[in-house]
């Protein structure tokens, strides 16, 4: 998703609702849960590379590079 149909399907809900992100990505899901709520924190511009690591886990190379680009970051907590 880029930050347009974000932006988008934001602007077509009530502009007064708090905003959670939900996963139920069994990587980042708790033993015993079915779901996990994130709370965004910010959003910041980062630069860098989107890979995998040895295990095929995707990652991020951060700086800049031919491969590099600019990518807009939701930072967000679990922590709410």
């Known amino acids: 998703m ?3 149909e974000l932006i ?4 077509a809900l009530d502009q ?3 905003v959670l992100c939900g ?3 069994e990587n980042l899901v708790a033993p015993g849960h079915s779901f996990r709520l994130l709370e965004i924190d910010g959003v910041d511009v980062i ?3 989107r890979m995998r690591d040895a295990s095929n886990a995707p990652t991020l190379k951060l700086g800049s590079g031919p491969a590099a680009s ?3 970051c939701l930072a ?5």
Not at 8 to 11: D, M, R
């Open 2 to 4: 880029n930050v347009k």
């Open 8 to 11: 988008a399907q934001l602007q």
């Open 16 to 18: 007064d609702l708090d």
């Open 23 to 25: 996963t139920d990505d």
């Open 47 to 49: 630069e860098g590379e």
């Open 70 to 72: 600019k990518i807009a």
């Open 76 to 80: 967000v907590t679990s922590d709410f």
